[in-house]
């Protein structure tokens, strides 16, 4: 029998419902191997390879933001912009991320939209 490396949180819940950041176990990411890179596409400036690969050695501890982040939203889930308020991590270093953790199997789509900032729709995430 394999074990998963991966420490999910508890899912005792406060009065409020929400998880609180003292009920997890522990980091979920830093127990990874890193076994993901940043990317930029080919026909990207060398400027988006050379920034992709600077990013790659904090991938695990920026993930922990984000999730840690979306856990505190939970059961709603929250808006890209709502994520980066949370954790202090700037826009454009949260949306890229989402999706490869989508693929990791710890937030999902929700299917529902919110007006973000900017008033565009923004995909509402949650952390599972």
């Not at 991966?6 to 998880?19: A, H, V, Y």
């Not at 990013?55 to 501890?61: A, D, E, H, V, Y």
């Not at 840690?68 to 994520?83: M, N, R, V, W």
């Amino acid at each position: 029998m394999t074990t998963s490396p991966l420490k999910r949180p508890r899912r005792k819940e406060n009065k409020m419902g929400t998880l609180h950041k003292d009920d997890y176990y522990g980091n979920r990411f830093d127990d990874l191997p890193l076994f993901e890179q940043a990317h930029a596409r080919k026909t990207d400036p060398v400027t988006s390879h050379e920034a992709a690969e600077a990013i790659t050695p904090s991938l695990n501890k920026i993930e922990q933001g984000i999730y840690d982040a979306l856990c505190s939203f939970l059961p709603k889930g929250a808006t890209s912009d709502e994520i980066s308020e949370a954790s202090g991590i700037i826009y454009r270093t949260v949306t890229p991320r989402l999706k490869p953790m989508c693929k990791k199997g710890f937030v999902v789509d929700s299917g529902e939209h919110k007006r973000g900032e900017s008033g565009r729709r923004q995909i509402i995430w949650r952390a599972i």
